[in-house]
């Protein structure tokens, strides 16, 4: 398992370079933001168009560090004292009459 430790935006700027590919995108996110996505993963996101931006050179895509930043902000949620309550009922396989009376 690699432990990654978190980077200021300062020393990641000084790391990385103004474009990255996917792979350093996935490191960058780890390292900075403490979010594990594979490069498969980030690839996925942008054919869903659901992931970071990205900017295309020839036919490699590339991925922006503020673009990363600001992406990763979005996915990362306000605190919260509750809990999230679970949609999946878990006993979806027994008839119903069992969860009624249960």
């Known amino acids: 398992m690699i432990r990654a430790r ?3 935006r300062t020393e990641a700027k000084k ?12 490191q960058y996110l780890l390292e900075v933001h403490g979010l594990r ?10 054919c869903l168009s659901t992931g970071p931006e990205i900017c295309f050179v020839n036919t490699l895509p590339f991925y922006r560090p503020a673009g990363l930043d600001f992406w990763a902000k979005k996915q990362i949620g306000k605190p919260t004292p ?8 878990r006993n979806r396989s027994a008839p119903r009459q069992l969860q009624e009376s249960a």
């Open 15 to 26: 790391r990385y370079a103004k474009l990255l590919r996917r792979w350093e995108a996935a």
């Open 82 to 89: 509750r809990a999230r309550k679970d949609s999946y009922d």
């Open 6 to 8: 978190k980077r200021t």
């Open 37 to 46: 996505f594979a490069p498969a993963t980030l690839a996925k996101f942008a």
